[in-house]
Structure formats: structure tokens, C-alpha cells
């Protein structure tokens, strides 16, 4: 169930991107404009990410099979996935948004890396 609520939220959400960003400019737009823009952004980008960490998982799980003989490696579940991209779809926002008040430097780009190591580490811990 959540695999088709997440593929029906991405579509959408690519969808009133493409609409919002073709029939508004960033000076008409407003803040609920701007609020639009980067909340449906984070959305498209978290499906994208969430099936791309998924299918990458199941085809790295299907590769080892066939190099490793003990033990193979097991695929990420879709909810696993699903966690970590929440904190992965963040990061290109945050760029994005520091981008649009100032320039992005080592020091901001450095922080905004940490932050999402930390927000995966965070993850890994609670889910085991």
C-alpha cells in the first residue's frame, strides 16, 4: 500500500511542479508560492529517491547471489527505504534554499553533508 501512495504522491507532485513553475514566476508567486515550489519538490524528489534506493537495494541483493556463497546480501524492505529518503530528499532542498539567500560555500555544503550522515546514522540506529 505504501509503495502506490508513494508513486501516486510523486506524479502529483511532479505534475503541480511542472504547472506551478511554468505559469508563475518567483516574483509573483508570493511565500505560499515559494512554500509550494519547495514542498513539492521534497515530495517528487522523495519518491524518486525511495524507488531508486529500493530498486538499487534489490539489484545489488540479486547481484550478490552470484558472488557470495555463504551469506547474501538481503534486499532493503520499501519502508527502510522509505525512511532513509526522507532524509536524502532533504538535502538537495536545503542546498536549494541556501542557494536562494545567499551562496553555497564549502562550510554550508560540509553542514548540510553532516547533517544527512546524521539523519541516516539516526535511522540505521532506531530501525535495529
Do not use: D
Amino acid at each position: 500500500m505504501l509503495e502506490k501512495i508513494i508513486a501516486i504522491m510523486t506524479v502529483v507532485s511532479l505534475g503541480l511542479l511542472t504547472l506551478l513553475l511554468n505559469t508563475t514566476a518567483p516574483a509573483t508567486a508570493g511565500p505560499f508560492g515559494i512554500l509550494a515550489i519547495f514542498l513539492f519538490a521534497y515530495l517528487s524528489a522523495l519518491g524518486m529517491i525511495t524507488y531508486f534506493l529500493y530498486g538499487a537495494s534489490r539489484i545489488t541483493s540479486h547481484l550478490s547471489t552470484a558472488f557470495t556463497v555463504k551469506k547474501p546480501l538481503g534486499a532493503m524492505t520499501f519502508k527502510r527505504a522509505y525512511y532513509y529518503s526522507t532524509v536524502l530528499a532533504a538535502a538537495p532542498i536545503m542546498l536549494i534554499g541556501l542557494q536562494s539567500v545567499g551562496s553555497i560555500g564549502v562550510y554550508e555544503f560540509i553542514l548540510v553533508l553532516l547533517f544527512t550522515i546524521i539523519g541516516c546514522v539516526y535511522i540505521t540506529k532506531r530501525i535495529n
